[in-house]
């Protein structure tokens, strides 16, 4: 479908399909790998699902001390709190993000909006499959375009694989599960060739551990874009993955139309999560302790990588993405039986992911791993 930009403006792309609700998501291959007899145990090193081993920040803690004290209260002053202070730290207004239970709430929504209108996903792969997954159940169709020799996302073979019957467009960056990061001028330049009718979807869960940093966000053409969507995530740096606590950013018409069709009408989170984000918000030194911590925690890893002659990609992220020919078969299976816990997607035919944990779980995860070498 062809409209003009007058057109977009005045009826959001997101305004134009019914959302669905979908039962609850699990990563791709997640959900053998972290049974619930071993949450909590500190018997095992927990290096699958990519979280902050320091999180949250003792300010977070003590803000959701605090707030529960208002549990029996809707939370829709915290909502607008939180919003407030996204908009200062980014340079937009309230009305332009959406605040949901983790990033997932809004991949999960994107995917929907495309699939209830039996539409294209096109996204470089492998990635993060939510929006994937949620498009498919609802009847999307998925166009792969290949990484690189490099596992680095490919632009301009994105861009010509765009067509009449692309809906939206998936960029992760940096990407999950490669760990490989984009250019901020490429990208930008990218998105501006985006057709208008074409939504863009960049999740950028990992922009903190990013080698741009925040500079490296596409936050700057949110007034510009008209069909741009930002997600991200506390999940990750923040580390408040089990606080559920995700955003998204975009024009005040997609933020209104997402929000519409949200399950939760914006109330899914509740006063921890809200807090605990706003004060993390207000504790950078946490972040830059964490980021500092991540570096020192991956150079184990390459350290070791490198000695022994394994393929890996460095890391715009909290996890090393690297080949698995130089181990013996079944080695998340192997690990797991010595306590430690790592990832491989059945998307991962040739490799596999280790989140990386403090320096110490480093040390233990290459000193453990080394027995599997062939």
Same mark, same amino acid.
């Given at each position: 479908?062809?409209?003009?930009?007058?057109?977009?403006?005045?009826?959001?792309?997101?305004?134009?399909?019914?959302?669905?609700?979908?039962?609850?998501?699990?990563?791709? *291959?997640?959900?053998?790998?972290?049974? !619930?007899?071993?949450?909590?145990?500190?018997?095992?090193?927990?290096?699958?699902?990519?979280?902050?081993?320091?999180?949250?920040?003792?300010?977070?803690?003590?803000?959701?001390?605090?707030?529960?004290?208002?549990?029996?209260?809707?939370?829709?002053?915290?909502?607008?709190?939180?919003?407030?202070?996204?908009?200062?730290?980014? *340079?937009?207004?309230?009305?332009? &993000?959406?605040?949901?239970?983790?990033?997932?709430?809004?991949?999960?929504?994107?995917?929907?909006?495309? *699939?209830?209108?039996?539409?294209?996903?096109?996204?470089? &792969?492998?990635?993060?499959?939510?929006?994937?997954? &949620? *498009?498919?159940?609802?009847?999307?169709?998925?166009?792969?375009?290949?990484?690189?020799?490099? !596992?680095?996302?490919?632009? !301009?073979?994105?861009?010509?694989?765009?067509?009449?019957?692309?809906?939206?467009? &998936?960029?992760?960056?940096?990407?999950?599960?490669?760990?490989?990061?984009?250019?901020?001028? $490429?990208?930008?330049?990218?998105?501006?060739?985006?057709?208008?009718?074409?939504l863009i979807c960049v999740d950028e869960a990992y922009v903190e551990y990013s080698n741009a940093g925040m500079k490296g966000s596409m936050v700057d053409l949110v007034n510009e874009l008209p069909n741009l969507v930002i997600c991200r995530t506390f999940s990750k740096a923040y580390g408040l993955a089990g606080l559920r606590m995700g955003y998204a950013i975009?024009?005040?018409?997609?933020?209104?139309?997402?929000?519409?069709?949200?399950?939760?009408?914006?109330?899914?989170?509740?006063?921890?999560?809200?807090?605990?984000?706003?004060?993390?918000?207000?504790?950078?030194?946490?972040?830059?302790?964490?980021?500092?911590?991540?570096?020192?925690?991956?150079?184990?890893?390459?350290?070791?990588?490198?000695?022994?002659?394994?393929?890996?990609?460095?890391?715009?992220?909290?996890?090393?993405?690297?080949?698995? !020919?130089?181990?013996?078969?079944?080695?998340?299976?192997?690990?797991?039986?010595?306590?430690?816990?790592?990832?491989?997607?059945?998307?991962?035919? $040739?490799?596999?992911?280790?989140?990386?944990?403090?320096?110490?779980?480093?040390?233990?995860?290459?000193?453990?791993?080394?027995?599997?070498?062939?």
């Amino acid at each position: 479908m062809s409209i003009t930009r007058r057109d977009w403006i005045r009826q959001s792309l997101l305004a134009s399909a019914t959302m669905l609700v979908a039962g609850p998501h699990v990563a791709q *291959g997640c959900a053998s790998e972290r049974p !619930d007899e071993i949450l909590g145990k500190d018997d095992f090193i927990l290096l699958n699902w990519n979280e902050n081993p320091y999180g949250p920040s003792e300010v977070a803690k003590q803000a959701v001390g605090d707030a529960m004290k208002y549990a029996n209260r809707y939370p829709d002053e915290k909502i607008n709190e939180l919003k407030e202070k996204l908009a200062k730290k980014n *340079g937009l207004k309230p009305a332009n &993000f959406l605040l949901t239970a983790g990033s997932t709430e809004v991949l999960s929504l994107l995917g929907q909006h495309v *699939g209830l209108q039996r539409g294209e996903v096109l996204t470089p &792969f492998p990635t993060f499959p939510t929006a994937l997954r &949620f *498009g498919e159940r609802a009847g999307a169709t998925i166009k792969k375009v290949e990484l690189d020799a490099n !596992d680095r996302i490919d632009l !301009d073979q994105t861009l010509g694989a765009i067509s009449d019957k692309t809906t939206m467009v &998936f960029i992760c960056n940096p990407n999950n599960p490669t760990g490989t990061e984009l250019e901020t001028e $490429d990208l930008k330049a990218f998105c501006r060739k985006v057709p208008e009718n074409v939504l863009i979807c960049v999740d950028e869960a990992y922009v903190e551990y990013s080698n741009a940093g925040m500079k490296g966000s596409m936050v700057d053409l949110v007034n510009e874009l008209p069909n741009l969507v930002i997600c991200r995530t506390f999940s990750k740096a923040y580390g408040l993955a089990g606080l559920r606590m995700g955003y998204a950013i975009s024009n005040v018409r997609n933020i209104q139309a997402l929000r519409d069709r949200h399950l939760g009408a914006e109330i899914s989170t509740g006063w921890p999560p809200l807090v605990a984000a706003s004060a993390s918000l207000d504790d950078p030194e946490f972040i830059n302790t964490c980021v500092a911590k991540n570096a020192e925690g991956k150079q184990i890893v390459y350290d070791a990588y490198d000695r022994w002659g394994v393929k890996y990609n460095p890391s715009s992220t909290n996890f090393v993405y690297a080949r698995d !020919d130089r181990f013996e078969k079944d080695l998340v299976a192997k690990m797991r039986a010595k306590g430690i816990l790592i990832t491989k997607w059945p998307t991962m035919t $040739d490799h596999f992911r280790v989140s990386i944990g403090k320096p110490e779980h480093m040390r233990m995860y290459v000193k453990t791993v080394e027995e599997f070498l062939v």
